[in-house]
């Protein structure tokens, strides 16, 4: 491993009347260290720490229990030596399990960036609302830097690598996850997997997943709804409100298993059956929805993703009929995420309050079980299909008979959404090859040629292991759509002892 910021080990030889330590370290050297926190070394003692300098030059240290404490505190470059990368991973994966929350991205070579911040203020604006009480519950949240993976190249023998150091079982379940949600468009998740350890069982958190970085606020709009191509979302949320609202689902997410027990200290396991994942899901909404406007963010976009949500019990129908696609009715969270918005959640809550009044929330407003039972399938009321297909009305316009002039004005908001993805992304090959790879699932009918004029000045596109130049748009869609669960993704149990 390398770091950012020395680490030191050290004993102390005595005080300065400045208020200082003399360290002296293992080789030698010594040191005048001021020592931060609630803790003071003894005189004779020996100490651990991170070093770190002041504008005025002072060396700055605060105290850790071991080593390893002291790496994990900063940024760190993971190095899989030896034959077998994934064996190493592997160790370090135990090493780090139940370690402090951390942003995984791939590094140079055969490494992986570990860092307790993400330079993408998006992401850590979420992580900076959630981790607080993740850390609470002793919960290691393994952010993907999805920034960086975007203008990465990767294969399947890096994404191994990089998938189990944030992986605690080992298991090749994460990494097979993390790939297939890579190669269809980067779909936002988070992973959670069964641990069997000492014949007990624990969920553990493996990667989330926060956003994906080429959808844009429309292509958000169109996914959350299950809106078809021939209509084009009516919505005011920008690029950096969708990615927010994102993140901080996928995040929350993490925290459902603990928060969603019978009881405190025990954990539940949010993916058994369709009415569970409910449950998750209009808690973890719910959860973002109170981070949002808790800080700040605007609450007609909170509004507009409730009814986006909604929208997909008319959208997400299968023909005419009341019977919905497999996953719709697990996430109409509308009524959650409409009661989090008329919450009284003071200006810069807390996360525990925040997480707690979440819970409260889902317990409250959640479909009850009977909703979700095998006899009757996933189908929605003639009450609630009658406001759903009022509210996709209003969140959605029909574009296949529109004139073609009024078309481009009402097309004005998705142009501008792609152009800010091109400007973001024009100085990555690799990003820009992916965005002309993923990006066009989500083009409008009737819309493709603002799309190829805004990314006319790309790169030409690469092979990078996704797919070719001729995709099958409709095929690639419904990979990225597909929310059920196939026969290879039952959750496995790690083997005790590896």
Not at 260 to 287: K, W, Y
Request: proline share 4%; aromatic share 6%.
């Amino acid at each position: 491993m390398t770091m950012e910021g020395e680490i030191v080990v050290g004993t102390v030889r005595g005080t300065r009347k400045d208020g200082k330590h003399i360290v002296v370290r293992r080789d030698g050297r010594v040191m005048d260290v001021l020592f931060d926190g609630d803790h003071s070394p003894l005189i004779g003692g020996d100490v651990i720490g991170r070093v770190r300098f002041d504008e005025e030059g002072t060396a700055r240290m605060t105290l850790k229990p071991s080593v390893l404490d002291a790496l994990l505190e900063g940024k760190a470059t993971i190095y899989l030596l030896g034959s077998r990368p994934d064996l190493t991973a592997r160790r370090f994966a135990k090493m780090l399990a139940r370690s402090k929350s951390a942003v995984m991205s791939p590094g140079q070579g055969a490494s992986i960036e570990r860092s307790p911040v993400s330079e993408d203020p998006d992401l850590q604006w979420a992580l900076d609302a959630f981790q607080p009480e993740a850390e609470r519950l002793n919960i290691a949240l393994n952010v993907i830097d999805i920034q960086t993976v975007a203008r990465s190249e990767w294969q399947k023998s890096s994404l191994r690598d990089f998938a189990l150091p944030a992986d605690v079982e080992g298991n090749r379940r994460a990494m097979n996850d993390l790939m297939k949600l890579l190669r269809t468009g980067f779909t936002p998740q988070c992973n959670r997997m069964i641990e069997m350890h000492s014949g007990e069982r624990e969920i553990s958190v493996n990667f989330v997943l926060p956003y994906s970085p080429f959808m844009g606020a429309h292509g958000f709009a169109r996914e959350v709804s299950r809106m078809s191509s021939g209509y084009l979302p009516n919505v005011t949320m920008t690029i950096r409100e969708s990615r927010r609202l994102s993140s901080a689902r996928n995040i929350a997410l993490a925290l459902a298993h603990n928060r969603l027990g019978a009881g405190r200290g025990i954990q539940a396991n949010v993916e058994t059956s369709p009415r569970t994942l409910h449950m998750a899901a209009c808690f973890a909404d719910a959860a973002a929805s109170l981070a949002f406007i808790a800080y700040g963010g605007r609450r007609t976009a909170v509004y507009e993703y409730a009814d986006l949500k909604e929208a997909s019990l008319h959208f997400g129908r299968i023909g005419k009929t009341d019977e919905l696609q497999p996953g719709v009715l697990a996430e109409a969270t509308h009524k959650a995420i409409r009661a989090a918005a008329a919450a009284d959640m003071p200006f810069g809550a807390s996360a525990k309050d925040i997480v707690n009044a979440a819970v409260r929330i889902a317990k409250r407003v959640a479909l009850p079980a009977n909703r979700f039972s095998l006899e009757e399938g996933d189908r929605c009321t003639p009450q609630e299909a009658r406001s759903a297909e009022v509210i996709a009305g209003h969140m959605a316009t029909e574009i296949m008979a529109m004139d073609f002039d009024d078309l481009l004005r009402l097309g004005d908001g998705y142009k501008k959404d792609i152009e800010a993805l091109v400007d973001e992304f024009r100085d990555s090959p690799e990003a820009a090859a992916r965005l002309l790879t993923f990006a066009p699932v989500y083009v409008p009918d009737r819309l493709r040629r603002i799309f190829d004029e805004a990314v006319a000045e790309l790169p030409e596109i690469r092979d990078l292991g996704l797919a070719s130049k001729s995709i099958d748009k409709d095929k690639l869609a419904m990979r990225i759509r597909a929310r059920a669960k196939q026969a290879d993704d039952e959750i496995e149990f790690a083997v005790p002892g590896l």
